[in-house]
């Protein structure tokens, strides 16, 4: 019954592969969100999207990009990973534009 | 563009004392401000947030906000910290014209001594 889940928890994987990280959220809300926290704990937004718009931080490199299979769902792909993108990343959706609830996040090493 | 400052970077309290954690953000219209914590390994869970009317939320755990707009600020307050309250604190602000993406401090580290 979590609100939230991502999948998978922990993804260790070498430079230059690409990998996808799974987000669901059961709670029906219209808006997901994408966020990167580095090793000193810095929370970025990366991007914003509902059904109708696609918004994405300018600072984000095109090897990321969202793809959202339905409403439930917002999965992050990651193209040519590099060790800068080693980070933890984390899922939230809201109902239209109010509260974000976060998922637990998913711990991306890059060796 | 929207900005958050957390000054203190690491704060420690004893248990029982109060606690305020600071927070100054930057935004041309009225803020969407919020307060989250993240225990160690854990995700984010939101204490409490500031959409509009009184300046002063309750939030879970027995925290409480206060929204100052001459301050530019939604510091966090709580009169008797637990123990288990240790973690990182994070506060946000969101633009509504920006697909209310949040803008995150950079968070405070409380350690509360025994």
């Known amino acids: 019954d979590t609100a939230v889940s991502q999948t998978p928890k922990y993804l260790v994987t070498q430079m230059g592969n690409d990998k996808s990280i799974k987000c669901e959220q059961n709670?029906?809300?219209?808006?997901m969100y994408w966020y990167k926290q580095d090793s000193k704990k810095f929370l970025k937004i990366m991007f914003s999207y509902n059904n109708k718009e696609l918004i994405i931080n300018e600072t984000v490199p095109n090897r990321f990009s969202p793809k959202s299979p339905d409403k439930a769902h917002l999965n992050l792909h990651i193209n040519s990973l590099e060790l800068g993108d080693s980070a933890v990343y984390f899922c939230?959706?809201?109902?239209?534009?109010?509260?974000?609830?976060f998922g637990p996040g998913t711990r991306l090493l890059v060796l | 563009a929207q900005s958050v400052t957390q000054p203190d970077i690491h704060i420690t309290v004893s248990e029982g004392a109060s606690l305020e954690l600071r927070c100054n953000y930057s935004?041309?219209?009225?803020?969407?401000l919020f307060w989250y914590v993240q225990s160690p390994g854990q995700g984010l869970q939101l204490l409490l947030k500031y959409f509009s009317g009184d300046t002063l939320v309750q939030g879970i755990k027995g925290f409480e906000a206060e929204f100052k707009r001459s301050q530019s600020s939604f510091n966090l307050r709580k009169p008797s910290v637990h123990w288990s309250d240790a973690a990182e604190y994070f506060c946000?602000?969101?633009?509504?014209?920006?697909?209310?993406?949040?803008?995150f401090g950079g968070g405070t580290r409380l350690m509360v001594k025994p």
């Open positions: 935004y041309g219209a009225t803020p969407y």
């Open positions: 939230a959706s809201a109902p239209q534009r109010e509260t974000q609830y």
């Open positions: 709670l029906g809300h219209d808006t």
């Open positions: 946000a602000v969101g633009a509504d014209n920006a697909g209310n993406m949040l803008t």
